[in-house]
């Protein structure tokens, strides 16, 4: 299941999170942000899971669809880099 499910995502993130930065920052840039997210997020979620647990099924995909509703939302706003030099200006 995962091979249709979590491995597609990591070939496109990896491209998106380099060209957020400039080139003098690139590497700094997407590992801080990419570890950061995952010890937040990942780390969290249990927790508000469990927590949200009490109040049924229906609480727990709530929580989920508003966490993928922020995710749509932050690369919907994110730059297009697309026709910037490569070069640092």
């Known amino acids: 299941?995962?091979?249709f499910a979590q491995s597609p995502m990591y070939g496109?993130?990896?491209?998106?999170?380099?060209?957020?930065f400039d080139a003098r920052v690139r590497y700094s840039g997407?590992?801080?942000?990419?570890?950061?997210s995952s010890v937040?997020?990942?780390?969290?979620?249990?927790?508000?899971?469990?927590?949200l647990l009490p109040?049924?099924?229906g609480a727990l995909?709530?929580?989920?669809?508003?966490?993928?509703?922020?995710?749509?939302l932050a690369v919907s706003l994110a730059s297009e880099t697309g026709r910037r030099p490569i070069t640092d200006s």
């Open 1 to 3: 299941m995962r091979v």
């Open 12 to 20: 496109p993130q990896a491209a998106f999170l380099v060209e957020l």
């Open 30 to 36: 997407a590992s801080l942000g990419s570890q950061l």
């Open 40 to 51: 937040i997020a990942g780390g969290l979620s249990p927790f508000i899971a469990t927590a």
């Open 55 to 57: 109040y049924g099924r």
């Open 61 to 72: 995909a709530t929580y989920i669809i508003a966490m993928a509703a922020v995710t749509i």
